[in-house]
Structure formats: structure tokens, C-alpha cells
């Protein structure tokens, strides 16, 4: 159980596109999604928070116009990357909680962004 | 705050000796601490966590750890490597009752035959 899946696992883009990348959690409601970056050989740095319903908490120096979160369901969570840049390529890495476990995150396999 | 620190960003060993991955954290009050594995290419699997119950935790794959408070310490183990432990991995502290974690900068643990 509590297996959260992330489309696409891969992918490039030119600079100046957005791509959009989908966080679910297959077999559980998650009330609370978090939205990670990692950079090569780095740590996972938290990008934002979101509920279900409600805006997403970004963390200080994330910004908010370019990284795009929506939760708007109980098993779905999306970022959207606006006007990539090459400096954004990255690991993206999701997470959800469940109601009866706020104290433990499951996380994604994460999606490799690569801004050409 | 909170800040997790692993010691050693990488560590080799030989398949079949022991495993030794350090983190020290700093927290003002009472942390809940995990330890992740990465796999290339995949997601965070995690191994263990402590959350104020019984100090020396037990994990999937053989690994433990030891939560020292006076130590402030949270050091990962296993008695024999096995390949397949290459990996990555993350010590974690979250504060309190909040569901932030804050994450080590990991340890590239290296298994040779």
C-alpha cells in the first residue's frame, strides 16, 4: 500500500516551455502532497506544500509564478514548470501523506527535467 | 530550526563487512528520524524511523539504528553489506508534530565484491 506514482519519469524540453508534471497516489487519499527538488549529487530541498483545496505553501526563494502546484483532488497533485530555463533542469520529487499516517511520506520515483 | 548533518559523503566497504552511516542532528525539541535509501534512478524507499518509542530501531534489509540523544545521533548499521545496499541514503529529522522534513545531504554508500 501507499504507493505514489509520478508522470512522466523523463522529461526534455526547450527553454521557454512549460511542462507539467503529475504526482498521484494510487491506492490512498492524501491530504497533503510536498513537492521536492534534487540536484545532482545533492540533497532533496523542499519546493512547496499543498492540501487538497487549497494553495500551496512554497517554501522562501521558490517562486511561486514559475512553479505552478494545483491539488485539486485527494490523489492528485501537478507541478507546472512555466517558461523553463536550463538552470530548472533538475530531479522533481513528490510526496503525499496519508490521514492516518501524518508522520510518514511516501514518495514518488521522481521526474528528471532536463531544459534545452 | 532543525538541520541534519551526515558525516561522510561517501562510504566503501566490501560485501560482507559491516555498515556504518553517520548523521548527527540538531533539533529544539523531540525529533521524529528516518533514514531513506535511493536507488539510481528510483524513489526513496525508507529503511527505518524513530519516533520516541524504543531507541535502537530496526529496519527492512537488516539494517538498524541508534537513536543517542546525548550524542545527538542517529547512525545506520547492518552487520554484513550485500551489493544490492549500494546506494544512496538520507538521513531525516522532522520536527515535533509538523510534517516538514528537513534532509541530510546523503551518503553514496560503495559495496565491492
Known amino acids: 500500500g501507499a504507493v505514489v506514482s509520478q508522470h512522466p519519469s523523463r522529461v526534455i524540453c526547450k527553454s521557454g516551455t512549460s511542462v507539467k508534471i503529475e504526482c498521484r497516489s494510487l491506492?490512498?487519499?492524501?491530504?497533503?502532497m510536498f513537492w521536492y527538488r534534487q540536484f545532482p549529487k545533492q540533497s532533496l530541498m523542499l519546493m512547496a506544500t499543498s492540501n487538497e483545496g487549497s494553495k500551496a505553501t512554497y517554501e522562501q526563494g521558490v517562486e511561486k509564478d514559475k512553479f505552478l502546484i494545483n491539488h485539486a483532488s485527494l490523489t492528485l497533485s501537478t507541478l507546472t514548470v512555466t517558461s523553463a530555463h536550463p538552470e530548472d533542469s533538475s530531479f522533481y520529487i513528490c510526496s503525499a501523506t496519508t490521514p492516518g499516517q501524518s508522520d510518514m511520506q511516501f514518495f514518488g520515483p521522481g521526474t528528471r527535467l532536463t531544459v534545452l | 530550526a532543525q538541520s541534519v548533518t551526515q558525516l561522510d559523503s561517501h562510504v566503501s566497504v566490501s560485501e560482507g563487512t559491516p555498515v556504518l552511516l553517520r548523521c548527527n542532528y540538531s533539533?529544539?525539541?523531540?525529533?521524529?528520524l528516518f533514514w531513506y535509501v535511493q536507488h539510481p534512478n528510483k524513489g526513496l524507499q525508507l529503511l527505518l524511523k524513530y519516533t520516541s518509542a524504543a531507541t535502537l530501531v530496526k529496519g527492512i534489509n537488516g539494517f538498524e539504528a541508534e537513536f543517542k540523544k546525548s550524542e545527538t545521533s542517529f547512525h545506520l548499521t547492518k552487520p554484513s553489506a550485500h551489493m544490492s545496499d549500494a546506494a544512496e541514503y538520507f538521513c531525516v529529522v522532522r520536527l515535533g508534530g509538523y510534517s516538514t522534513l528537513t534532509f541530510g545531504k546523503g551518503t553514496m554508500l560503495l559495496v565491492s565484491p
Open positions: 491506492d490512498f487519499q492524501a491530504t497533503t
Open positions: 533539533s529544539s525539541y523531540s525529533p521524529s
